[in-house]
């Protein structure tokens, strides 16, 4: 084929589909006129040459119509295959571009809307890989139900933990609790976060269950994690002793050589006929570093022997005006007059710690202010100074039982309020104040359930 005639299909195949039925309709006119002139020039009747004229008008329409629709049918129809495979969600189809003017525009509005359907599956795809490997390797238990129970997802974690199999497959999440341990079965039952402990291979395990609920597809499913703690809790566990030990021997160590050196003191004195006086000097010191070694033992086993709370409904403005009787502290903003349910002890020594802080750090009376906050499902109680603050290194660690930057502090204080708050189902929480001074926040629920510990 020459150059020339490859010029010239190619100039046809850019052709409009206005320019070829332009191109028809012309062609066909001077085709009918032909015929009629030539029908005319043979003599034969008018009546004949119109309709043998109409008739090859009409044939040679058809045709010109066909050439001139016929690419872009084959084209509609490769769109039309295109539009199928992205419904079947094959993203790879491309379609082949010419130079035609009419539909060049949308097949290539086709063919990059597909390679943009390509790409987010195959980054979806890559995600969903990572996720799941992630989900996969997790070192906690994962369970994940939906709306009936049945278990949806679980990673392999979780399927060592309850022994789950392919047979497992549709069953509840209740019917797997029931081949587990009973103090698992009622830690579930309970719907809240919780350290759950029970023996597995020989020996007994700490787990941390979280429960979460969130809607996927607008169908509410529920989230199951079960986190070892074991290892974590042992090192914990062994800190805290070392630490309880080297306290408690660094405050006998301060008490019993005083008292060994008054002793010995008044084993000198006890002869001579004067030495009452000097007698009743030294047992007084030897009274007072006892009484010290007993308030110091007494505040740690207040700390270990905090019960359960046992609720009871309260007026929080009288309950605060009754405090005010042996604390000095201003009450501030509007008192909720609804009664709340709570251990009216453990309260007050909450109180009486964060009012004790408050002093310790610098405040004065009236900086102490201590205020109640209805939020909806949850109350706050706010006690706020004017002392010296926190550091952010000291907060994070100043509700850890025996954390104290005072001297002759046992680091109680603020444990015992963590303990109290979080076993009233609630939680503390510290911020310094912008103009100088600590706010400790004590949440507590209106309706309270006690923790599990």
């Not at 429960?211 to 607008?218: D, G």
């Not at 703690?229 to 019993?256: D, F």
């Not at 008044?266 to 030495?275: F, G, N």
């Not at 039982?401 to 502090?409: E, Q």
Request: charged share 25%; net charge neutral; hydrophobic share 45%.
């Amino acid at each position: 084929m020459t150059t020339a005639n490859q010029g010239a299909q190619g100039r046809l195949r850019r052709w409009t589909l206005a320019g070829r039925l332009l191109a028809t309709v012309v062609i066909i006119l001077a085709i009918v006129l032909a015929l009629v002139a030539m029908g005319r020039w043979l003599g034969l009747p008018d009546g004949f040459t119109l309709v043998a004229s109409g008739v090859s008008g009409l044939a040679l329409g058809t045709l010109g119509v066909h050439w001139a629709t016929a690419p872009y049918y084959r084209k509609l129809q490769a769109l039309r295959d295109g539009a199928d495979s992205l419904q079947d969600r094959d993203f790879s189809i491309q379609l082949a571009r010419d130079k035609d003017a009419d539909l060049s525009e949308l097949i290539d509005a086709f063919n990059h809307a597909a390679r943009a359907l390509n790409e987010e599956r195959h980054d979806l795809y890559q995600r969903e890989l990572m996720l799941h490997t992630i989900v996969e390797n997790a070192p906690l238990a994962l369970v994940l139900m939906g709306p009936n129970g049945r278990v949806r997802l679980s990673n392999r974690t979780a399927n060592q933990l309850f022994g789950l199999t392919p047979q497992d497959a549709g069953s509840t999440f209740l019917e797997i609790l029931e081949r587990c341990p009973q103090a698992v079965r009622d830690a579930v039952g309970r719907g809240t976060d919780a350290l759950v402990s029970f023996e597995r291979h020989g020996r007994e395990e700490t787990f941390h269950l979280l429960h979460r609920s969130f809607t996927l597809n607008t169908i509410p499913h529920q989230m199951i994690l079960f986190r070892p703690m074991t290892q974590e809790l042992h090192r914990e566990e062994v800190l805290a002793w070392k630490k309880i030990i080297r306290i408690i021997a660094h405050e006998l160590n301060n008490s019993l050589a005083p008292i060994s050196s008054l002793i010995h003191s008044a084993r000198k004195v006890a002869d001579r006929p004067d030495s009452a006086a000097q007698l009743e000097r030294i047992f007084r010191a030897l009274q007072g570093r006892l009484d010290h070694l007993l308030q110091f033992l007494e505040g740690y086993a207040r700390f270990a022997r905090l019960p359960d709370p046992d609720p009871h409904p309260i007026v929080w403005r009288d309950f605060l005006q009754r405090m005010q009787g042996l604390y000095a502290f201003q009450i501030a903003g509007n008192v909720p007059s609804h009664l709340t349910s709570v251990d009216e002890a453990q309260l007050e020594q909450l109180i009486i710690n964060l009012i004790t802080n408050a002093r310790e750090a610098g405040s004065k009376d009236e900086d102490i202010h201590v205020s109640v906050e209805d939020r909806g499902v949850e109350i706050a109680l706010v006690i706020s100074d004017r002392g010296s603050g926190m550091s952010d290194e000291v907060m994070k660690r100043a509700t850890l039982p025996f954390f104290s930057t005072k001297d002759t502090g046992s680091g109680l204080g603020l444990a015992l309020c963590r303990e109290i708050a979080e076993r009233h189902g609630g939680r503390l929480e510290l911020a310094n104040r912008v103009e100088g001074g600590m706010v400790v926040t004590a949440t507590l629920p209106k309706n309270i359930r006690m923790n599990e510990i």
